[in-house]
């Protein structure tokens, strides 16, 4: 776990989930990467906590948990996969 990686708030709009970290930078994934926060309302998706030393977010009516760090190499693999999809 790299704990350099910490949130420190939580935003979405319709087609982003936005992550802040404590160092200001923002990462932001599709929404439909994850098919409960998907699909979920907007008070379930209000209704976040950090867990792991801020490393984590937990949805508790959801019982979905996400690692942030995830967020990162997700975007990673997508683009790579887009690019092979391209060439």
Request: glycine share 2%; hydrophobic share 35%; aromatic share 14%.
């Amino acid at each position: 776990m790299n704990t350099s990686i910490q949130g420190k708030s939580v935003s979405f709009d319709n087609q982003y989930l936005h992550v802040k970290l404590h160092d200001d930078r923002i990462i932001s994934t599709p929404m439909h990467w994850y098919k409960e926060l998907f699909e979920a309302t907007i008070n379930q998706l209000s209704n976040y906590k950090f867990i792991c030393q801020n490393s984590g977010i937990e949805w508790p009516d959801l019982d979905y948990h996400l690692n942030i760090e995830s967020m990162l190499f997700s975007q990673y693999i997508h683009d790579r996969h887009e690019f092979k999809l391209a060439a």
